[in-house]
């Protein structure tokens, strides 16, 4: 099983990235997939979900924000982050069972980096 995280970086408070996560040696199209985050000195945070089908899920801190996406044929999904925010800065991954305490799967992480 590999889950493989890109699209991280610098970026100025206001902007924009795009992450990404390649997802191999699973049947993707059955699980639910989210985007978790973890900052310095603080515990793992969930910020989105997507399930079978389209219904997503968002944390409070990013609604609005953050646009969580999947296509199954290419076993990849998405994370779209707007208006970006230092409080955003984090490593962020790509993992299955969004909101799980112990998700079955989970990346290596890529770090979003939030900052002028």
């Known amino acids: 099983v590999q889950l493989v995280e890109s699209g991280g970086g610098l970026v100025q408070p206001g902007g924009s990235l795009r992450l990404s996560c390649a997802a191999s040696?699973?049947?993707?199209?059955?699980?639910?997939m989210g985007w978790a985050r973890q900052a310095p000195g603080k515990e793992l945070e969930w910020v989105a979900g997507i399930y079978v089908g389209t219904l997503t899920w968002y944390a409070d801190s990013v609604r609005g924000r953050f646009t969580i996406s999947r296509d199954n044929a290419e076993s990849t999904v998405w994370l779209q982050m707007n208006n970006l925010k230092p409080d955003d800065t984090a490593i962020y991954y790509c993992a299955t069972d969004p909101r799980a305490t112990i998700p079955r799967y989970r990346g290596q992480g890529t770090q979003v980096t939030v900052s002028s």
């Open positions: 040696g699973f049947t993707f199209e059955i699980y639910p």
